[in-house]
């Protein structure tokens, strides 16, 4: 499954924001647009690392379809991020 939305949610001392919906779907309108220019790069990086195209091509899409799950959280004392993938 490939992830849908991401939450951002940034907590300042001086303020809090509220969290961020951001759809990633929408995201995949431009990827079918430039997808003759993502295969070539994708076969440039299959001829500069001797791998197989298609292995390539499934490395990356299992990579995309393993980001569902994420939880990255970022704390110094002055802020907090807070990052999750749905």
Do not use: E, Y
Request: glycine content about 4%; hydrophobic content about 60%; some cysteine.
């Amino acid at each position: 499954m490939t992830p849908n939305f991401a939450v951002l949610g940034i907590d300042t001392p001086g303020f809090h924001w509220p969290k961020l919906w951001l759809p990633i779907f929408l995201l995949w309108i431009p990827v079918i647009l430039l997808a003759p220019i993502i295969f070539l790069a994708f076969a440039a990086l299959a001829i500069v690392s001797r791998t197989n195209l298609w292995r390539v091509i499934a490395i990356f899409w299992s990579i995309l379809c393993s980001l569902p799950g994420t939880h990255v959280h970022v704390s110094t004392q002055d802020a907090r991020v807070l990052v999750r993938i749905l």
